[in-house]
């Protein structure tokens, strides 16, 4: 492995927070080669892109950073560019001959691979491979938190979706290893756990026949060192009265739940192939609300599903009015080959999908508006996340790194990124977000 010691390898990791944790199990192994990792591809002599190929904008981000990538080859130090993930997984025939630029493809979970990879492109005779542990990481996140990715793949087989053939069957990660490397975790500071899955409520059902997410939850509870256990994402089929329950009443369980629906009418929901009924959804709504009041609801919302109508278009719009999620991701509906909506029928031109976008977009923000207005005057505990030239940049446990709302907190006192304080909520600021004073 000294041969390696000379050499740079720079990591590029695109989409969800899922395949970030892929990526940082990847960097433990460069880093158990012996590898240097740096963050500037222009001075490395490996490059990976670690891709996401779920929908077509995603797909174009990858192969636009491929070609980037690929610049360095021509102009830089790059010696081997290795693209992973999802696009390789999805495409992988059609990807190799339209990218020559590319030396090697490989799919999901492909660790060992890329070392195997690294090691024969330089001739290292003796070959280990890496010493994988599914615990090991090198964190991409701030300290203080960190994504616990509980489980892979996915089962729910929506028409419009292409996770299952990339990522396959929903895969449970053993319990006891979930703890592990929690612990390590916190031994190394991380303060707050992000739950993630394609599903994290259907956690346990392959491993142990059973849904094991609550169980899951109180044992990570016993952890000393961890403040905050956030879920992400609760499809509500699954939602039981337990782990409402467990939201409520145990105090390290974020007030924070981010429940995909994709739609609420029912005529559109049974077209994707959701379980969920409106009926249902709005009787778990209010549970999860009536049991926890202060929740901070979250959703995903595709719009321009084929069929939806304009009659269809209202009813959502309705609900999205009367649910007052605290935040929604809306999606134009992507069309991908290869999944049964493909062949739908009575699809949306792009104008009209654009449109319908635009408009609950801005229903929404004037909602989150009205949201945050309401919480003026109150004092939230908050974790400061990190600063910049002008204000420390603060976080709730109603919200999540990246896609929810901060506060900023301007520098007049000193402030310890990855510390917890106490902050009164004096403005809202462009909408969304808040200023904040320490109490």
Same mark, same amino acid.
């Given at each position: 492995?000294?041969?390696?010691?000379?050499?740079?390898?720079?990591? =590029?990791?695109? *989409?969800?927070?899922?395949?970030?944790?892929?990526?940082?199990?990847?960097?433990?192994?460069?880093? @158990?080669? *012996?590898?240097?990792?740096?963050?500037?591809?222009?001075?490395?002599?490996?490059?990976?892109?670690?891709?996401?190929?779920?929908?077509?904008?995603?797909?174009? +981000?990858?192969?636009?950073?491929?070609?980037?990538?690929?610049?360095? #080859?021509?102009?830089?130090?790059?010696?081997?560019?290795?693209?992973?993930?999802?696009?390789?997984?999805?495409?992988?025939?059609?990807?190799?001959?339209?990218?020559?630029?590319?030396?090697?493809?490989?799919?999901?979970?492909?660790?060992?691979?890329?070392?195997?990879?690294?090691?024969?492109?330089?001739?290292?005779?003796?070959?280990?491979?890496?010493?994988?542990?599914?615990?090991?990481?090198?964190?991409?996140?701030?300290?203080?938190?960190?994504?616990?990715?509980?489980?892979?793949?996915?089962?729910?087989?929506?028409?419009?979706?292409?996770?299952?053939?990339?990522?396959?069957?929903?895969?449970?990660?053993?319990?006891?290893?979930?703890?592990? +490397?929690?612990?390590?975790?916190?031994?190394?500071?991380?303060?707050?756990?992000?739950? =993630?899955?394609?599903? =994290?409520?259907?956690?346990?059902?392959?491993?142990?026949?059973?849904?094991?997410?609550? +169980?899951?939850?109180?044992?990570?509870?016993?952890?000393?060192?961890?403040?905050?256990?956030?879920?992400?994402?609760?499809?509500? +089929?699954?939602?039981?009265?337990?782990?409402?329950?467990?939201?409520?009443?145990?105090?390290? =369980?974020?007030?924070?739940?981010?429940?995909?629906?994709?739609?609420?009418?029912? #005529?559109?929901?049974?077209?994707?192939?959701?379980?969920?009924?409106?009926?249902?959804?709005?009787?778990?709504?209010?549970?999860?609300?009536?049991?926890?009041?202060?929740?901070?609801?979250?959703?995903?919302?595709?719009?321009?599903?084929?069929?939806?109508?304009?009659?269809?278009?209202?009813?959502?719009?309705?609900?999205?009015?009367?649910?007052?999620?605290?935040?929604?991701?809306?999606? @134009?509906?992507?069309?991908?080959?290869?999944? @049964?909506?493909?062949?739908?029928?009575?699809?949306?031109?792009?104008?009209?999908?654009?449109?319908?976008?635009?408009?609950?977009?801005?229903?929404?923000?004037?909602?989150?508006?009205?949201?945050?207005?309401?919480?003026?005057?109150?004092?939230?505990?908050?974790?400061?996340?990190?600063?910049?030239?002008?204000?420390?940049?603060?976080?709730?446990?109603?919200?999540?790194?990246?896609?929810?709302?901060?506060?900023?907190?301007?520098?007049?006192?000193?402030?310890?990124?990855? @510390?917890?304080?106490?902050?009164?909520?004096?403005?809202?600021?462009?909408?969304?977000?808040?200023?904040?004073?320490?109490?």
């Amino acid at each position: 492995m000294k041969d390696l010691k000379t050499k740079s390898v720079a990591l =590029v990791s695109l *989409g969800c927070d899922k395949n970030r944790v892929d990526s940082e199990r990847i960097l433990y192994c460069l880093k @158990e080669l *012996g590898l240097n990792i740096v963050t500037n591809p222009e001075q490395a002599n490996i490059i990976i892109v670690n891709t996401c190929a779920f929908i077509e904008s995603a797909r174009v +981000e990858s192969i636009q950073n491929i070609l980037e990538m690929a610049e360095y #080859k021509l102009n830089g130090k790059c010696e081997l560019l290795i693209v992973v993930g999802c696009l390789p997984a999805k495409s992988y025939n059609e990807v190799r001959k339209s990218l020559p630029e590319v030396d090697v493809f490989l799919g999901v979970n492909s660790e060992n691979d890329i070392v195997k990879v690294i090691e024969n492109f330089y001739n290292i005779k003796e070959i280990k491979g890496c010493a994988y542990s599914s615990c090991a990481r090198i964190l991409s996140t701030p300290k203080h938190y960190a994504y616990l990715k509980i489980a892979d793949g996915c089962n729910n087989r929506c028409t419009y979706c292409t996770i299952p053939q990339i990522r396959g069957k929903y895969v449970s990660r053993p319990f006891e290893k979930l703890i592990a +490397e929690a612990k390590i975790l916190a031994q190394n500071g991380v303060k707050e756990l992000i739950l =993630v899955a394609q599903d =994290v409520t259907r956690y346990g059902e392959d491993l142990y026949k059973k849904h094991r997410l609550v +169980e899951l939850i109180q044992e990570l509870s016993k952890i000393q060192n961890i403040h905050w256990i956030r879920l992400h994402y609760c499809y509500p +089929e699954f939602i039981s009265d337990k782990l409402i329950d467990e939201i409520a009443n145990n105090d390290k =369980v974020c007030k924070y739940l981010d429940m995909p629906l994709q739609h609420i009418n029912n #005529k559109i929901l049974k077209s994707m192939n959701r379980a969920s009924t409106k009926e249902h959804i709005i009787a778990i709504i209010k549970k999860i609300r009536d049991k926890c009041p202060n929740i901070a609801l979250r959703t995903s919302i595709i719009v321009g599903f084929s069929g939806e109508s304009k009659k269809d278009f209202q009813e959502l719009k309705q609900f999205i009015i009367e649910a007052r999620f605290a935040q929604v991701g809306f999606f @134009e509906y992507s069309r991908e080959k290869d999944t @049964e909506a493909y062949h739908f029928k009575n699809r949306k031109f792009s104008f009209t999908k654009h449109k319908r976008l635009r408009e609950l977009v801005a229903l929404q923000q004037q909602i989150t508006y009205e949201n945050n207005l309401a919480k003026i005057g109150s004092v939230l505990q908050c974790i400061c996340d990190e600063e910049d030239d002008d204000n420390y940049i603060l976080r709730s446990q109603f919200d999540s790194p990246d896609v929810d709302s901060v506060i900023l907190v301007n520098k007049d006192k000193k402030l310890q990124v990855g @510390e917890f304080y106490n902050v009164k909520l004096v403005q809202v600021e462009n909408s969304l977000d808040f200023k904040g004073e320490i109490v």
